[in-house]
Structure formats: structure tokens, C-alpha cells
């Protein structure tokens, strides 16, 4: 039987893992956005750098929005699932209501 205290352990360090990969690739893209607003000639160069924060945000926040999208959706479905079936099996045993 496997210890489930080293699994969720193990687990957790994955997940840590992954936000680790999430913040290399929204720096790196933060990089590579500056490495091509710098080639725009018209673009003041002050604003290379800000832009290029803006971009990293923009690509963290759609790392974080989109590619654990699919994970709250599962959870989600199975919390409704779960209290449907709650709520029908205390409506089976509940007393029958009379309207007076």
C-alpha cells in the first residue's frame, strides 16, 4: 500500500515545479519581448522595457488562466456531481412535505 503522506508530498513539489516553469517562461518571454521591441525603430526606447514587463505579465497570466483552466473544470464538475448526489440522497430521506 503506498504512503499517501510521500505521494501528496511528492505531489505538492510537482505543483511548485510547474510555477517554477510558469515564471521561466513568462521571464524568458519577457526577454525575447525585449530583444524585438528594441529591432522597432519608431519605438522609444524608455518604453522597451516596460513593454516588455507587459508582456511577461501577459504571458503569465495566460499560463495561469489557460493552462490550469482545464483542472478547476474538472474539479468543478466534481464538486456539483458531488452535491447533487447529496442533495438527492437527503431528499429520499426527508420527511414528505404537506401543504396547508
Same mark, same amino acid.
Given at each position: 500500500? /503506498?504512503? $499517501?503522506?510521500? %505521494?501528496?508530498?511528492? =505531489?505538492? $513539489?510537482? *505543483?511548485?515545479?510547474?510555477? !517554477?516553469?510558469? =515564471?521561466?517562461? *513568462?521571464? #524568458? ?6 530583444? %524585438?521591441?528594441?529591432?522597432?525603430? +519608431? ?9 516588455? $514587463?507587459?508582456?511577461?505579465? !501577459?504571458?503569465? $497570466?495566460? =499560463?495561469?488562466?489557460?493552462? +490550469?483552466? /482545464? !483542472?478547476?473544470? @474538472?474539479? *468543478?464538475?466534481? @464538486?456539483?456531481?458531488?452535491? #447533487?448526489? %447529496? *442533495? ?6 426527508? !420527511? /414528505?412535505?404537506?401543504?396547508?
Amino acid at each position: 500500500m /503506498p504512503d $499517501w503522506k510521500k %505521494l501528496k508530498g511528492a =505531489l505538492d $513539489w510537482v *505543483a511548485y515545479g510547474k510555477l !517554477l516553469v510558469e =515564471l521561466g517562461l *513568462a521571464f #524568458t518571454g519577457s526577454k525575447f519581448g525585449k530583444i %524585438l521591441l528594441s529591432r522597432i525603430d +519608431r519605438l522609444s526606447p524608455e518604453w522597451v522595457s516596460p513593454l516588455s $514587463w507587459l508582456i511577461g505579465v !501577459l504571458i503569465l $497570466w495566460l =499560463l495561469l488562466r489557460f493552462w +490550469r483552466a /482545464p !483542472l478547476r473544470k @474538472r474539479d *468543478a464538475e466534481q @464538486r456539483s456531481g458531488a452535491g #447533487t448526489s %447529496l *442533495a438527492a440522497a437527503n431528499a429520499e430521506h426527508s !420527511l /414528505p412535505q404537506t401543504s396547508t
